[in-house]
Nanobody, 111 residues
């Protein structure tokens, strides 16, 4: 199993980023996928989850209304669209399936 994230970077407050996670080694379309994040000095936090067909999503209260999780099962890819970014969104963002994790992608929100 491999989960490869991309799309992180430095963005100003109020800006947007879209993270991508491309999966391989399992039947992607059969499983829910999640995004987590870990800020410096803090534990890993669940950000968003999407069901296998994309029909249902759940979000942490801290990102509701600003972040959108989606997926393209034809591309084995899950996305996290992040809008209205805040400095407190600064973290390493990880893609997750079962007990597998990607390498993470750094998101820094700063002016």
């Amino acid at each position: 199993v491999q989960l490869v994230e991309s799309g992180g970077g430095l963005v100003q407050p109020g800006g947007s980023l879209r993270l991508s996670c491309t999966a391989s080694g399992f039947t992607f379309s059969s499983y829910a996928m999640s995004w987590y994040r870990q800020a410096p000095g803090k534990g890993r936090e669940l950000v968003a989850t999407i069901t296998s067909a994309g029909g249902s999503t759940n979000y942490a209260d801290s990102v509701k209304g600003r972040f959108t999780i989606s997926r393209d099962n034809a591309k084995n890819t899950v996305y996290l669209q992040m809008n209205s970014l805040k400095p407190e969104d600064t973290a390493v963002y990880y893609c997750n399936w079962s007990h597998y994790w990607g390498q993470g992608t750094q998101v820094t929100v700063s002016s």
